[in-house]
């Protein structure tokens, strides 16, 4: 499976922004599917996660109330609102082991080459 992830840019703080996740094969419409981020000097680290049907969800809490993950059947999408600088990183979308959401890195096995957002202040 191979994802593409899409969207990303650069923005001024408050601004609003939605990255895109696309897979190669339908597979990932039946697994869990992830956001991560990775900012320079930093860990990978977990922003969202949208469990196969779409009915769980769940948030950083540096993103919470700010961020929305979703998904159709052919992507996923992360919704980015009021923007801060502290959220610039490359974005990565991932597709889990199994059918459920989840916040551990080493729950997702298909990984996509990442978005950069810049959040200017």
């Known amino acids: 499976v191979q994802l593409q992830a899409s969207g990303g840019g650069l923005v001024q703080t408050g601004d609003s922004l939605r990255l895109s996740c696309a897979a190669s094969?339908?597979?990932?419409?039946?697994?869990?599917v992830g956001w991560f981020r990775q900012a320079p000097g930093k860990e990978r680290a977990f922003v969202a996660s949208?469990?196969?049907?779409?009915?769980t969800t769940y948030y950083a809490d540096s993103v919470k109330g700010r961020f929305t993950i979703s998904r159709d059947s052919a992507k996923v999408y992360l919704q980015m609102n009021s923007l801060k600088p502290e959220d610039t990183a490359v974005y990565y979308c991932?597709?889990?082991?199994?059918?459920?959401?989840?916040?551990?890195?080493?729950?997702?096995?298909?990984w996509g080459q990442g978005t950069q957002l810049t959040v200017s202040s």
């Open positions: 991932a597709v889990a082991k199994r059918s459920s959401a989840s916040t551990d890195v080493n729950e997702y096995i298909y």
């Open positions: 094969r339908r597979t990932s419409s039946n697994n869990g």
């Open positions: 949208i469990n196969w049907r779409g009915a």
